[in-house]
């Protein structure tokens, strides 16, 4: 076999290696900050490749997507290659082929990408509880960079480094003393997030300071070339979103939603070009697919935090969302809307502005109510952040939202949600008022308690509590006589989570001390139950007690 081998002589396809030479002197031109020749890229697209239309260039980037998706870390050429291929052909794609798409063939390309799952799932899908495991114990979301600490519990980096940079020296979930400040790469579990991310379709931006623990990650971070090749792209779609026909500033805002659905670096440089105002006044267009392509974008752009601001001061843009929001022409627009309100509104100084806004929480409780499922847990996430402001309260009651809300308890899709921000509303008197004036309330929360999942009941008993501390006598004696709440709350005594135990011991002294209502759980006296519960001290800050009721990372398309 040696001496055969010896014999063999290697076939290189002159003209397939041409084609090779000429895209690596296309990377090397961006990557220099240039822009290659326009006929060059027509002889090595048009000719070498046999890609002759927007059509058949949008189906090989998303085919090209699909395999740095599908196969990333297994693949040959390497995914940062093939990432700059990508762009190229992006860049390409609007270069050689015009703007002037059929809206026809856009839509059902988008419909046939949602039933593909090529590239990622609709919004509303990627707004889902986050294993467990793959949660940061101190933020509970979803970590990017999973590192375990010397007493073995696994953190993300960044957190666990700002802890022990405070001079903490124990461990934030155990209370043990930390033997060192070590931190191992728990690469294990890291790659248990990437798959799950990528399963589900959401982007997974790793740590810009990486080290040898995401070594195969950073190989598929976009190169230079691929950022200035994107960045071109950006450029050429903002001109057209600025002067061309309506069908195409259509075709060009499908493209920054796209461009802007992964990367920190794409959703920065779209924004510094002067999208935003553009995309702001396609959000009044009468054309569906204009209006539904440009509120995607926005709620992609804003994902990067430096965005949030341009977009909100950015004169009539929050209300053009909210517009879209009320009366948008779709579904789909109507519930990516209601999905960016809620991303703008993870800054608190724009809960108050987003709640004061004609219509708006109007339309996300009317959402809550009549939406469709996702549109439903678009709305209560955004509802969620908007009541952690406390001005917000009363607004929110005279919109509908605490009817909405109660109303949302009994729907398993949305009910942990429901039930955190109703326990938020509750800490200030009027709205315990409204709350303990719904008929379903109580109800509904015990139901919660019974049948919800551990944050939903711990965010139950949270609002019980908060219900008979804030909403006087009327609102205790209702509590009080709801069906089977002390075997409830024995019950979260026991096998509740730690906050919910908390709760649960602090609602249960409530009425311990309420001479007509002595606690015995199963024939002991309510002294020994809480034997081995403290007594809590009310946190300062309500919004610390609630749980977060679901990890979400904002989703992007």
């Given at each position: 076999?040696?001496?055969?081998?010896?014999?063999?002589?290697?076939?290189?396809?002159?003209?397939?290696?041409?084609?090779?030479?000429?895209f690596?002197?296309?990377?090397?031109?961006?990557?220099?900050?240039?822009?290659?020749?326009?006929?060059?890229l027509?002889?090595?697209?048009?000719?070498?490749?046999?890609?002759?239309?927007?059509?058949?260039?949008?189906?090989?980037?998303?085919?090209?997507?699909?395999?740095?998706?599908s196969?990333?870390?297994?693949?040959?050429?390497?995914a940062?290659?093939?990432?700059?291929?990508?762009?190229?052909?992006?860049y390409?794609?609007?270069?050689?082929y015009?703007?002037?798409?059929?809206?026809?063939?856009?839509?059902?390309?988008?419909?046939?990408?949602?039933?593909k799952?090529?590239?990622?799932?609709?919004?509303?899908?990627?707004?889902?509880?986050?294993p467990?495991?793959?949660?940061?114990?101190?933020?509970?979301?979803?970590?990017?960079?999973?590192?375990?600490?010397?007493?073995?519990?696994?953190?993300?980096?960044?957190?666990i480094?700002?802890?022990?940079?405070?001079?903490?020296?124990?461990?934030?979930?155990?209370?043990?003393?930390?033997?060192n400040?070590?931190l191992?790469?728990?690469?294990?579990?890291?790659?248990l997030?990437?798959?799950?991310?990528?399963?589900?379709?959401?982007?997974?931006?790793?740590?810009?300071?990486?080290d040898?623990?995401?070594?195969?990650?950073?190989?598929?971070?976009?190169?230079?070339?691929?950022?200035?090749?994107n960045?071109?792209?950006?450029?050429?779609?903002?001109?057209?979103?600025?002067?061309?026909?309506?069908?195409?500033?259509?075709?060009?805002?499908?493209?920054?939603?796209?461009?802007?659905?992964?990367g920190?670096?794409?959703?920065?440089?779209?924004?510094?070009?002067?999208?935003?105002?553009?995309?702001?006044?396609?959000?009044?267009?009468?054309?569906?697919?204009?209006?539904?392509?440009?509120?995607?974008?926005?709620?992609?752009?804003s994902?990067?935090?430096?965005n949030?601001?341009?977009?909100?001061?950015?004169?009539?843009?929050?209300?053009?969302?909210?517009?879209?929001?009320?009366?948008?022409?779709?579904?789909?627009?109507?519930?990516?809307?209601?999905?960016?309100?809620?991303?703008?509104?993870?800054?608190?100084?724009?809960?108050?502005?987003i709640?004061?806004?004609?219509?708006?929480?109007?339309?996300?409780?009317?959402?809550?109510?009549?939406?469709?499922?996702?549109?439903?847990?678009?709305?209560?996430?955004?509802?969620f952040?908007?009541?952690?402001?406390?001005?917000?309260?009363?607004?929110?009651?005279?919109?509908?939202?605490v009817?909405?809300l109660?109303?949302?308890?009994?729907?398993?899709?949305?009910?942990?949600?429901?039930?955190?921000?109703?326990?938020?509303?509750?800490?200030?008197?009027?709205?315990?008022?409204?709350?303990?004036?719904?008929?379903?309330?109580?109800?509904?929360?015990?139901?919660?308690?019974r049948?919800?999942?551990?944050?939903?009941?711990?965010?139950?008993?949270?609002?019980?509590?908060?219900?008979?501390?804030?909403?006087?006598?009327?609102?205790?004696?209702?509590?009080?006589?709801a069906?089977?709440?002390?075997?409830?709350?024995?019950?979260l005594?026991?096998?509740?989570?730690?906050?919910?135990?908390?709760?649960?011991?602090?609602?249960?002294?409530?009425?311990?001390?309420?001479e007509?209502?002595?606690?015995?759980?199963?024939?002991?006296?309510?002294?020994?139950?809480f034997?081995?519960?403290?007594?809590?001290?009310?946190?300062?800050?309500?919004?610390?007690?609630?749980?977060v009721?679901?990890?979400?990372?904002?989703?992007?398309?």
């Open positions: 076999m040696h001496k055969q081998s010896r014999k063999a002589t290697l076939f290189i396809d002159k003209d397939e290696e041409d084609l090779r030479v000429r690596f002197s296309f990377l090397d031109e961006f990557e220099k900050g240039k822009i290659p020749n326009m006929v060059d027509r002889l090595f697209f048009v000719e070498g490749l046999g890609i002759k239309d927007a059509k058949s260039s949008r189906a090989e980037i998303e085919f090209l997507e699909e395999q740095i998706v196969h990333e870390g297994d693949i040959e050429p390497t940062s290659v093939l990432n700059g291929f990508v762009a190229i052909a992006r390409c794609r609007f270069l050689l015009g703007f002037e798409e059929n809206e026809v063939e856009l839509q059902i390309g988008n419909q046939k990408k949602l039933r799952g090529l590239i990622s799932q609709e919004i509303a899908e990627t707004f889902i509880t986050v467990k495991d793959f949660c940061c114990p101190i933020s509970l979301d979803l970590m990017r960079d999973p590192v375990i600490i010397s007493t073995g519990q696994t953190y993300d980096r960044i957190l480094s700002r802890w022990m940079e405070e001079g903490h020296c124990t461990c934030p979930k155990t209370g043990q003393m930390l033997m400040t070590r191992v790469p728990n690469r294990a579990l890291r790659n997030i990437v798959q799950w991310c990528a399963a589900h379709g959401i982007p997974y931006d790793p740590p810009e300071n990486t040898s623990s995401v070594e195969a990650f950073a190989a598929a971070m976009p190169s230079k070339a691929a950022i200035e090749a960045r071109a792209t950006a450029t050429l779609l903002i001109h057209k979103l600025a002067s061309g026909s309506q069908r195409a500033q259509t075709v060009a805002a499908r493209g920054i939603r796209l461009l802007a659905k992964t920190r670096e794409n959703r920065a440089f779209i924004a510094e070009a002067g999208a935003i105002p553009h995309l702001r006044n396609l959000l009044s267009s009468t054309n569906s697919v204009a209006q539904e392509n440009s509120v995607t974008a926005i709620l992609n752009l994902i990067h935090d430096k949030k601001s341009q977009i909100m001061d950015e004169k009539g843009c929050l209300g053009s969302i909210v517009g879209v929001l009320r009366f948008g022409l779709t579904t789909e627009a109507r519930e990516n809307a209601a999905a960016t309100l809620f991303s703008l509104s993870a800054v608190h100084d724009y809960k108050k502005r709640a004061d806004e004609e219509g708006a929480v109007e339309a996300l409780a009317g959402l809550l109510r009549a939406g469709t499922p996702r549109g439903k847990k678009d709305a209560v996430t955004a509802l952040n908007l009541s952690t402001h406390t001005e917000n309260c009363l607004s929110m009651m005279e919109a509908g939202a009817t909405a109660v109303g949302a308890l009994g729907n398993e899709g949305v009910a942990e949600e429901a039930a955190g921000a109703l326990a938020l509303i509750v800490r200030q008197p009027i709205g315990a008022e409204a709350v303990g004036g719904e008929e379903m309330a109580v109800a509904g929360l015990i139901g919660m308690m049948c919800g999942t551990p944050r939903g009941k711990e965010n139950a008993v949270a609002a019980l509590l908060e219900l008979c501390r804030s909403g006087g006598t009327a609102a205790t004696e209702k509590v009080l006589k069906p089977a709440l002390w075997g409830l709350l024995q019950s005594l026991f096998t509740g989570t730690k906050r919910a135990r908390r709760k649960a011991a602090s609602l249960a002294r409530v009425f311990q001390r309420r007509n209502y002595p606690l015995h759980f199963g024939g002991l006296g309510a002294g020994y139950a034997a081995g519960n403290s007594a809590p001290s009310r946190d300062s800050s309500f919004v610390n007690e609630v749980s009721p679901v990890s979400i990372s904002v989703p992007v398309l």
